[in-house]
């Protein structure tokens, strides 16, 4: 799982019982949903309109033959070589099969004059999937997380986009897309993924600045095929109730 590494902006809780001034806003998540965001800061201090979108055979097209290229050489990217067009339908039916309820999100820039949507990043999930740290409840498993690159942006044909325009936070726009969705499913914003080890300790950093808790290597998994293909080695990371609150809060001027 790739992201783009971004500083952490305020400590985020990571228990799990929630506070009672959070009640409100975690009741409003819980029967209401939670939009996706629509913008993201860039360098200009204008922000530049996103939309999060399904993903679809476009998207996937798309990435595989401008964006993933410039990813594959980047020898510190732990998304090289990957092929999205081997992964998304793997994952789309070995998720159907386990009844995972698979999804696929593609954040884009919205270029209105030209008409065009750009995908900036890719998340392909699982909805409903035994949490980590309770297996009785349900949470999205992120399976597969990426953003593109500056360069991919900044060469796209027909739309020229100048680096004080280039979308930032990406990597946590991407995390919130999973996020949102287990809101959105009635999961209190349950979400869980695996830093892929190419990422190194600073992956996992990364993701425990965004607020997410590591699964200790000696704890087992839920009983899952996961369980036995990629047994807990301490690189598992999730979101707690309380924790999904606070880092869906955080972008929530975004929004």
Request: with cysteine.
């Amino acid at each position: 799982m790739r992201i783009v590494l971004e500083p952490a902006s305020r400590p985020i809780p990571t228990s799990d019982k929630l506070v009672a001034t959070e009640s409100s806003a975690m009741d409003l998540r819980r029967w209401k949903g939670v939009r996706f965001v629509s913008r993201a800061p860039t360098r200009s201090g204008k922000p530049i309109r996103l939309r999060v979108a399904r993903m679809t055979v476009p998207h996937v097209l798309w990435w595989h033959s401008h964006v993933q290229p410039i990813i594959d050489r980047d020898p510190d990217r732990a998304d090289r070589d990957w092929n999205w067009l081997l992964y998304v339908p793997f994952a789309t039916v070995a998720g159907r099969v386990l009844a995972r309820r698979p999804a696929g999100y593609t954040i884009g820039i919205c270029a209105e004059e030209a008409g065009h949507f750009i995908p900036c990043a890719l998340v392909k999930l699982l909805g409903r999937y035994p949490a980590l740290n309770a297996p009785k409840k349900k949470s999205a498993f992120v399976w597969f997380m990426s953003t593109a690159p500056d360069e991919a942006l900044l060469t796209i044909e027909g739309h020229p986009l100048s680096a004080d325009r280039l979308p930032k936070r990406l990597g946590s726009i991407a995390l919130d897309t999973a996020v949102t969705h287990s809101f959105n499913k009635k999961h209190l914003g349950r979400t869980a993924l695996y830093a892929d080890e190419d990422g190194g300790e600073a992956l996992l950093e990364w993701y425990e600045g965004r607020g997410m808790t590591t699964l200790p290597a000696d704890r087992r998994l839920p009983r899952s095929p996961r369980r036995l293909i990629k047994p807990s080695d301490g690189r598992y990371c999730y979101y707690t109730v309380d924790a999904a609150l606070e880092a869906s809060r955080s972008l929530d001027p975004l929004r």
